[in-house]
């Protein structure tokens, strides 16, 4: 990637010991901004902090927040720590307002209280719930159906209002599935427990996991399985740093969904996984899962006009090529590579 001479020189990123917090931190770290982590460690791994140093800390201490941003220098945020199982916000909801509205409350008051003004924030296409239509673009009425997407969705109305009353200029990013792991091997998805399809597919072919439940083969979609819109985690982390830079160039709010725009089944990916690991994927076709929309797909236009963003990583087999590795030990360790 090339060095953006506008980026900010020092960024706070929290979250930045998680999956896609970690990998945003190798992509700033290449664009020659420092990324300085702060994370409880609660979810992510200090291990996977390598571009830059970690602070520990909680996300609602807003004095220990403030003096991070004064002693580190820090000019921009970009915030990913938040609790983000859909199944887990239906069982403890208030989990997930304490720790990601709580959470925002605190970065927000630190933030004023310092003066920083520059933020760039993990949102989510949970935010829209049931669509109306597909592909979901930005103007469509956001009804979450779950406590995690509620969550978001007021964090994003938190920010407007922190816009309008001191000054606060965001990028709201939605993503869509975040997908696959670092093309280079140095940063991996390690979830716990893990609950996501990629992940589970590949564990299932590899023998390392237990054989796949398919959630619906009955959905009003051509195979009968969830569509949902895959998008490689080292593309959405690079996005944030596109993001920053429009910041620094002047644009901004802005609230943009991060997708390819191209809808891949459940069927489809236990395909892909056949395809890249050479073992079919062993599986039990179940009920669908309670809350899944039938499809999520990205209108991804509005983030290329925005911030030139394109999706790099497009073909499905590519983003589980480079998930493949790390799941075929268990636990998941640095896979062997050439
Ligand atoms: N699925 C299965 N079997 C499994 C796991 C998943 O069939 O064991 C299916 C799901 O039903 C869904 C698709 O695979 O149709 C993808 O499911 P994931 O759990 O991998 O991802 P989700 O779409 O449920 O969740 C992701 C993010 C959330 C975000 C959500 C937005 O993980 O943080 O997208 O819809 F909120």
Request: with cysteine; net charge negative.
């Given at each position: 990637m090339t060095q953006i001479s506008s980026t900010p020189t020092r960024v706070l990123v929290t979250g930045g010991a998680g999956y896609i917090g970690s990998h945003c931190c190798k992509a700033l770290s290449r664009a020659g901004v420092v990324p300085v982590v702060y994370d409880n460690l609660s979810r992510g791994?200090?291990?996977?902090?390598?571009w830059g140093p970690l602070v520990k800390g909680d996300m609602r201490d807003e004095a220990h927040l403030a003096q991070v941003l004064k002693d580190e220098r820090i000019d921009a945020v970009i915030h990913f720590a938040a609790f983000a199982y859909v199944g887990e916000s239906v069982q403890e909801p208030q989990m997930y307002y304490d720790n990601n509205v709580g959470g925002m409350i605190g970065l927000l008051g630190a933030m004023q209280q310092v003066g920083v003004k520059t933020l760039v924030f993990s949102s989510?296409?949970?935010?829209?719930?049931?669509?109306?239509?597909?592909?979901?673009?930005?103007t469509m009425t956001q009804v979450p159906i779950n406590p995690y997407g509620r969550s978001k969705l007021i964090c994003e109305w938190m920010m407007e209002d922190a816009a309008t009353a001191w000054g606060l200029n965001f990028v709201a990013l939605r993503y869509f599935n975040a997908a696959g792991s670092d093309p280079e091997f140095e940063l991996s998805e390690r979830h716990d427990p893990e609950t996501h399809l990629i992940p589970l597919a590949l564990m299932a072919a590899q023998g390392t996991g237990a054989p796949l439940q398919?959630?619906?083969?009955?959905?009003?979609t051509p195979d009968g399985t969830c569509v949902r819109d895959y998008i490689h985690v080292s593309d959405l982390a690079r996005a944030h740093v596109l993001a920053l830079d429009a910041l620094r160039g002047g644009a901004g709010p802005l609230k943009l969904n991060l997708g390819t725009g191209k809808g891949t089944s459940v069927q489809e990916i236990l395909d892909a996984v056949e395809r890249v690991t050479g073992h079919a994927v062993p599986h039990i076709d179940s009920p669908r899962r309670a809350g899944d929309p039938p499809e999520l797909v990205a209108n991804p236009s509005r983030a290329h006009e925005a911030l030139g963003f394109e999706a790099r990583w497009r073909q499905i087999d590519e983003i589980v090529g480079h998930a493949a590795p790390w799941f075929a030990e268990k636990p998941a360790e640095a896979p062997k590579v050439a």
């Open positions: 791994h200090a291990d996977a902090v390598r989510s296409c949970a935010t829209y719930g049931v669509p109306e239509c597909v592909p979901i673009d930005e398919v959630f619906g083969t009955d959905y009003p």
